[in-house]
């Protein structure tokens, strides 16, 4: 096996293994090394993604999402269910196996384009010298002409609830619960703890969210997030704002949490504990010395707008760089980057990565929210449709939320999509698409929707922004 490739990408998560495949599809030599095992021991590529975050996520939330259907909506439909059990066990075994399956597909995917899989951890030397140790001890040192660092992220801990299996864990360790917790404590109201909270108190947990900002999803435009906590309140979740913890006990079975609120130092006692406050880019003994790589000051990877470092032929992508820590963000840098070093065009517009939180309803947005287009001094147009009015939606027995647009005034260039409703998730992909081409409210107007469609929502709030919506009141 050769040492010397054209492109060695240290890193198989979600950014690592499409920048691989890429590479080999433009004819170079590549290696893709990638340290990560499961709790069995086996290693996996696929990283955090498809190991232990959106798949398995995914597939929880939509199984859980059934068992809610059946005993809350079944009967709308006129369909009579009763004593409605969960397997646990078969639902985790489900799990498994797509995440099996998904993680397999990656080796046959390197198969076919030519790509030499390296399970073992990967560390940066000088001079383009990479030292891979396998999993069994053995080093050996590869060079290449190109290097990509794809070494992904870790949960952040907490210093007042540090981890402690089985009683305080992180995402991963929530996906893997195999009773369900009477009473169920989650850190932080962000996209994982919102899933993860979803998925139990579905299955039967009372569920409390413990959110240390004022706001509710302060990242999201702020309309929508009011109508997310509405709908997450219906649900049964406790969302307590303002709430931050300043400590956690295990105590026998359970664990005592303190925080302070608005009324002071406040208790709580829960089953289980889950900390989802956000990600921190994971570099350990990712860099040897004389790399000519540097790390920001808190953590990232120094790169600019291509994803170069400072060192040459050098790049980073994914979670370990500036900008959201998406998955489909990192997947889009990885092939970008893997182009330019073929020599060809290629490039990130990071002003339309959109974002999804895959809960009932769901949310999707894109572009700007109405706060940041305010803050700007930009003079705008705002457009809703709610899916109260959808026939489709109504006819799904799922017509919550609303499609919001957003559009300058000048010329009609659209700025933002706002989703939350049915298959939100997909339904921005439209508005992701018309964004890329600088589309105006006006083009998604005269783009013929089929009906009924969920995606008509989208065409309406077009209108809606100049107050020529068929299908809903103009206000």
């Avoid at 760089?321 to 990130?348: N, Q």
Wanted: aromatic letters at 6%; a negative charge.
């Amino acid at each position: 096996m050769s040492d010397h490739f054209d492109v060695v990408v240290i890193g198989g998560g979600p950014a690592g293994y499409p920048a691989a495949i890429r590479a080999a599809q433009n004819k170079l030599s590549v290696a893709c090394i990638d340290e990560w095992k499961n709790k069995d021991g086996a290693p996996a590529f696929g990283g955090t993604c498809l190991n232990a975050g959106c798949i398995p996520s995914k597939a929880l939330l939509e199984s859980t999402e059934l068992v809610h259907r059946a005993n809350h909506e079944f009967a709308a439909h006129g369909i009579t269910t009763s004593n409605v059990s969960v397997d646990l066990g078969q639902m985790q075994k489900r799990k498994s196996g797509i995440v099996k399956t998904m993680t397999q597909g990656i080796l046959a995917l390197f198969k076919a384009a030519g790509v030499t899989p390296l399970q073992g951890h990967g560390k940066l030397l000088s001079g383009h010298r990479i030292e891979f140790t396998a999993h069994d001890g053995t080093k050996r040192e590869l060079t290449a002409k190109n290097i990509i660092l794809a070494a992904g992220s870790a949960p952040v801990e907490l210093r007042s609830a540090p981890f402690q299996t089985p009683q305080i864990v992180d995402s991963w360790g929530a996906l893997d619960f195999d009773s369900v917790p009477k009473r169920l404590g989650v850190i932080g109201a962000g996209v994982i703890g919102l899933e993860l909270g979803s998925v139990w108190r579905r299955l039967g947990s009372e569920v409390v969210v413990l959110e240390a900002l004022p706001d509710f999803l302060a990242i999201a435009d702020q309309q929508l997030a009011k109508e997310a906590l509405r709908h997450f309140k219906k649900l049964g979740l406790d969302v307590r704002l303002g709430a931050k913890v300043t400590g956690a006990t295990i105590a026998g079975d359970a664990v005592d949490v303190t925080y302070t609120d608005a009324k002071g130092e406040q208790k709580l006692t829960v089953d289980r504990l889950v900390v989802a406050i956000g990600r921190r880019p994971y570099t350990q003994d990712l860099l040897g010395t004389e790399t000519g790589v540097e790390l920001d000051e808190r953590g990232f990877i120094k790169v600019d707008h291509e994803c170069r470092t400072g060192a040459e032929a050098i790049w980073a992508v994914g979670d370990c760089v500036r900008g959201p820590m998406l998955a489909h963000k990192g997947k889009e840098e990885g092939v970008m980057v893997a182009d330019l070093i073929a020599g060809r065009f290629a490039e990130v517009n990071y002003k339309t990565v959109p974002s999804v939180i895959y809960t009932a309803p769901e949310i999707a947005w894109v572009g700007l929210t109405e706060e940041q287009v305010k803050a700007q001094g930009t003079a705008y147009k705002v457009g809703v449709f709610p899916f109260l009015a959808s026939g489709r939606a109504r006819a799904m027995e799922q017509a919550q939320g609303f499609t919001k647009l957003i559009a300058a005034k000048e010329d009609d260039e659209i700025l933002g999509v706002h989703i939350i409703g049915p298959m939100a998730g997909e339904l921005i992909a439209e508005a992701v698409l018309a964004m890329e081409y600088s589309a105006s409210s006006e083009d998604l107007q005269r783009t013929i929707h089929a009906h009924p469609t969920l995606s008509e929502g989208l065409h309406e709030a077009a209108l809606a922004v100049d107050k020529r919506a068929i299908d809903s009141i103009n206000k």
